[in-house]
């Protein structure tokens, strides 16, 4: 048996999501077989529907073998580099450079930018992982590896749920600057749906089962050498979205080679440059935020314009 007491950062969630965080290596058939067999109790009482919620305070006894309260993965300092443009008590932006990998992949990707939020806060006596059952700071958005520019991290459970739904119902506006081989028209609307195969992401103007929608609004910004400067808005967020539509439509990246790029003048010149918070509904704990506009300066925009 083990006893833990819920904190501010477990409260608000289901009892069976907590406990699915709290044990990965317990196979869920095993969770909702434990809640029937009375494996699971709440300040006494036993609890057998995983859709009761536990609030700050509550002491849980789960009676489950040893072998599933090891954790996955513990937690491992590293030495933070980290470009922080803003930071408050819930949430920290950072302008991630290019060649870091957000999350581990599982293939000896090393050092993670989320490794180096988590032991950012850790220094700043933000995150113990010692004291918390199951929360860990976390990134509310991702780029590729080769993609820069801003990324949201949350440093408290209730700021992580209510960014990502925030994220979710795009009240959150997001703006990319990139180079394209070519020129297309001065502004312009891309949409249509994609799927992904073997890493790679295509572009179709038909649904599929497979697919998923997407749609985003560029305007050109400056034209050299059959070279494009734009800025995006993405409306939705799909992996290497950005990427694929503009190679569908006959303007490649410059330098992407992946999606039919050429040369090596920019080399996938791709950063997310702005975040506009433009909430519909501000009753909620990070409702300070709406209207505030941050933003960084593409690297390779001065290099474009020379």
Not at 45 to 54: E, S, T
Request: hydrophobic fraction near 35%; aromatic fraction near 10%.
């Amino acid at each position: 048996m083990r006893e833990f007491i819920i904190n501010e950062n477990d409260a608000g969630q289901r009892i069976d999501k907590f406990i699915a965080k709290l044990m990965p290596r317990l196979p869920k058939s095993m969770l909702y077989k434990g809640l029937r067999k009375n494996c699971v109790k709440l300040n006494g009482r036993h609890i057998r529907d995983g859709a009761v919620f536990i609030d700050e305070a509550d002491i849980l006894r789960l009676y489950f073998k040893d072998e599933f309260f090891e954790p996955e993965k513990e937690f491992r300092y590293i030495k933070p580099d980290l470009d922080i443009v803003y930071e408050d008590e819930n949430i920290i932006v950072i302008n991630k450079a290019v060649g870091i990998v957000v999350h581990s992949d599982g293939q000896n990707t090393g050092n993670t930018l989320v490794d180096m939020v988590q032991s950012y806060l850790f220094e700043n006596n933000e995150y113990d992982p010692e004291t918390e059952n199951t929360f860990k700071p976390a990134l509310c958005n991702r780029l590729d590896r080769n993609t820069g520019g801003l990324l949201i991290a949350a440093k408290n459970a209730k700021a992580l749920r209510e960014m990502n739904e925030k994220l979710r119902s795009r009240e959150v506006r997001k703006f990319y600057m990139a180079v394209v081989e070519g020129y297309p028209e001065k502004e312009g609307h891309l949409e249509g749906y994609t799927s992904r195969k073997n890493n790679v992401t295509t572009v179709s103007e038909r649904f599929s089962a497979d697919s998923k929608a997407v749609s985003l609004d560029y305007r050109v910004l400056a034209e050299k050498n059959g070279y494009s400067l734009v800025e995006i808005e993405l409306h939705t967020g799909r992996t290497h979205q950005i990427r694929s539509q503009f190679s569908a439509a006959g303007y490649p990246l410059a330098g992407d080679t992946k999606y039919g790029g050429h040369g090596s003048m920019f080399r996938q010149s791709l950063w997310s440059i702005r975040i506009q918070f433009a909430f519909r509904d501000t009753d909620c704990g990070i409702g300070y935020l709406n209207g505030k506009v941050i933003e960084v300066e593409a690297p390779f925009e001065k290099n474009f314009t020379k």
